[in-house]
């Protein structure tokens, strides 16, 4: 049998898998008695965590929400994943850099022995997009505040590049480091850019989803109008041209012509 502290960390993780679980599974998974079942339900109530009983025929417990963040267990291949996913998340989002930082070091003292140099080798440094319109990482409470609004299908009030608006939020899609929205003005499907957004009040008005009429990812990719304004950037560039041989007026032979060389500027 195994002991209290271990036995109490089984069941909370077979309870955060959602599923709502008998007294009868649970006892044979955790090889114990009734009155010892009851006991390892109140260690985590006490701990925190929401038990709700469920009744009936098909009744028993299940992990209730508003508790104790229960503890995530990860196969080595979600490890390493998240180990990846942390070092790179600050180059999109602003705000979790701290946060990001604790859960990597969080992650990576955890990781067994044997499974350190496969994350050693994730190991990067990110360097922002410099060369395809640039922005800097988006505010994570901007992220959070819309991508609500997207969950609970809430109609959001606010100002795209000082254009007021009131629209129906479906999607959020990241594109080359650039978080835009895909939403509904009620006439039309807009894509706008996130980090363009001022947020108004929540108006707490719910809408009715409906359908995309392409994936949104293929929304943002064929929305010319997204808001992605190239800077202006002077540059020279030189071009050298291999002309079609011409024939001089006075020669019926062909004369070699010569290559030519032009400076563009392109902004």
Do not use: K
């Amino acid at each position: 049998m195994a002991t209290t502290s271990a036995r109490t960390l089984t069941l909370l993780s077979l309870l955060g898998t959602g599923r709502t679980y008998s007294g009868r599974e649970l006892r044979e998974r955790l090889e114990v008695s009734e009155r010892t079942l009851r006991r390892d339900v109140d260690t985590l109530r006490e701990l925190g965590y929401v038990i709700d009983p469920v009744m009936g025929t098909h009744g028993g417990y299940r992990l209730g929400p508003g508790g104790a963040v229960p503890p995530i267990v990860l196969d080595e291949d979600q490890a390493v994943a998240a180990v990846v996913a942390l070092q790179s998340s600050p180059s999109v989002l602003t705000g979790i850099e701290e946060s990001a930082r604790r859960a990597l070091d969080t992650i990576v003292r955890a990781l067994p022995r044997r499974l350190r140099p496969t994350a050693d080798a994730f190991t990067v440094t990110v360097v922002p997009n410099q060369w395809e319109f640039p922005t800097p990482p988006i505010d994570a409470a901007l992220v959070e505040q819309v991508g609500r609004a997207v969950r609970q299908n809430q109609l959001l009030r606010l100002d795209h590049d000082q254009e007021p608006l009131r629209l129906e939020p479906h999607h959020l899609v990241v594109w080359a480091a650039r978080w835009y929205l895909v939403a509904y003005d009620g006439s039309a499907w807009r894509v706008l850019r996130l980090d363009r957004l001022r947020l108004h009040a929540p108006t707490n008005a719910r809408f009715e989803p409906r359908p995309l009429p392409e994936s949104p990812a293929d929304l943002v990719r064929h929305t010319p109008d997204r808001g992605d304004h190239p800077a202006p950037w002077p540059c020279l560039g030189r071009a050298d041209l291999d002309l079609p041989r011409r024939r001089s007026p006075s020669s019926p032979r062909a004369v070699p012509s010569s290559t030519s060389s032009t400076r563009e500027r392109a902004a």
